[in-house]
């Protein structure tokens, strides 16, 4: 169609030089692009037609009557949730997934084992142990560093060839050993040469169990220049304690004032020595009362003497209670600026309630008789009593 206009447009052009109406090309290009031409179409000459090719034989398309489709039925789905299709999918062969590498691949095979035992030829020590390898080569400031540590019964330590400290704790006890490792596999077999201590007391002749307030301080053997040193304080009874073989001494506490034994004891390794020590004391609750057996006096302060006057305990309180070890005591209460005493002996394992009166007043300073004044019973010269009775009449 294109062409075909171009072959009218000599003619159009040659019909508007003759002198026709429209504005010849110019107007044709307006119907194009659908503006209204100013005049008449322009002539085409008869003998041109033939030279106007078919549209289709110079593959100009066809214009064509658009179509109408049918809309497409789509399935309606069930209400609810939606299920997924099922799919058969063919068989899989099993998948055995890798295996991770083991870590003995891994582990050099020179290591250095370890085990410990509590005595020569006995079984190993199975847990409670703390193992600390040092180098045998202390750093630049003049320490020697931590190599390895394990908590394990029995480990083993990949470690190069050397010379190594070797710790091992076990409780309280400890031992220390220099090995030379010489990058062969070795099995290091360790004495600890360590027992078990465990710890009672009961109090009076009778032996009665002590419920509470005990407590137990242990001490290493004495050396000749130097005092005991302290290994472990503040024990509760029935604790088992691991400690070196050897002689220690027990100090054991019965309340917070001066129920104190002590003793020496031996500890056998490989052995769990048990010592029950016996104190002699017992527990004392002190009130103050207008009458026996009254309600106690609040806001009352305590102190508490030996016969020589040396301070043992104090306490504030209405009821207040302490251990003291056996023998006689003097107790003062203060209460609003009055002071009570009462003397008393304390029996070894008889706990007591101990009341002070009101009435058990202290006596004070101007009450005590003069050393120089003599007594009321001593005699009297006949002639001073003659002038005394001359001055009387």
């Known amino acids: 169609m294109f ?31 659908g503006g209204k031409p ?25 214009a064509r009557a658009p179509k109408t489709f049918e809309p497409i039925t789509l399935p309606k789905a069930a209400p609810g949730n939606l299920k997924a299709p099922k799919i058969d999918l063919p068989g899989l062969p099993a998948y055995a997934p890798q295996s991770a590498p083991s870590q003995n691949l891994l582990r050099h095979s020179a290591s250095l084992s370890l085990r410990a035992v509590l005595v020569k030829g006995g079984a190993t020590v199975p847990n409670g142990l703390i193992w600390r390898l040092f180098s045998a080569v202390p750093s630049l400031e003049g320490r020697s560093p931590l190599i390895a540590s394990s908590q394990s019964a029995t480990p083993s330590f990949d470690v190069p060839p050397g010379s190594y400290i070797l710790h091992v704790a076990f409780g309280r006890a400890g031992t220390v050993k220099r090995i030379d490792f010489s990058g062969l596999k070795t099995q290091e077999i360790i004495d600890l040469d360590a027992g078990g201590l465990k710890l009672n007391a009961v109090v009076g002749e009778h032996g009665k169990p002590i419920p509470s307030r005990l407590r137990f301080d242990v001490y290493a053997e004495a050396t000749d220049d130097a005092e005991r040193k302290i290994v472990a304080n503040d024990v509760p009874p029935g604790k088992v304690l691991r400690l070196n073989a050897g002689s220690y001494q027990v100090v054991s506490h019965y309340g917070a004032v001066n129920a104190v034994v002590r003793a ?20 004392l609750t002190m009130k103050l009362v207008r009458e026996h057996g009254g309600e106690a006096i609040a806001d009352t ?24 070890a056996a023998g006689d005591y003097v107790i003062v209460a203060r209460n609003n ?44 010269d006949d002639a001073a009593a003659n002038a005394l009775k001359a001055t009387g009449d």
Request: charged share 20%.
């Open 3 to 33: 062409l075909a206009f171009l072959l009218a447009a000599p003619a159009a052009m040659a019909q508007e030089r003759g002198g026709g109406g429209g504005s010849g090309f110019l107007g044709g290009l307006g119907d194009l692009l």
């Open 38 to 62: 100013d005049g008449p179409a322009p002539y085409v000459s008869p003998s041109a037609n033939d030279l106007i090719p078919n549209a289709g034989d110079v593959g100009v398309p066809q």
């Open 264 to 283: 020496d004891i031996r500890v056998q390794a490989g052995k769990l020595t048990e010592a029950t020590m016996t104190q002699r004391a017992a527990l």
């Open 301 to 324: 302060a305590w102190t508490i003497t030996n016969n020589e006057g040396d301070l043992v305990g104090e306490s504030v309180g209405a009821f207040p209670s302490m251990v003291l």
């Open 337 to 380: 600026d009055k002071i009570y005493q009462r003397d008393f002996t304390v029996q070894a394992g008889k706990n007591t309630d101990v009341e002070v009166l009101t009435s058990d007043i202290a006596p004070s300073e101007d009450d005590a008789t003069p050393e120089d004044a003599p007594p009321d019973d001593a005699p009297v």
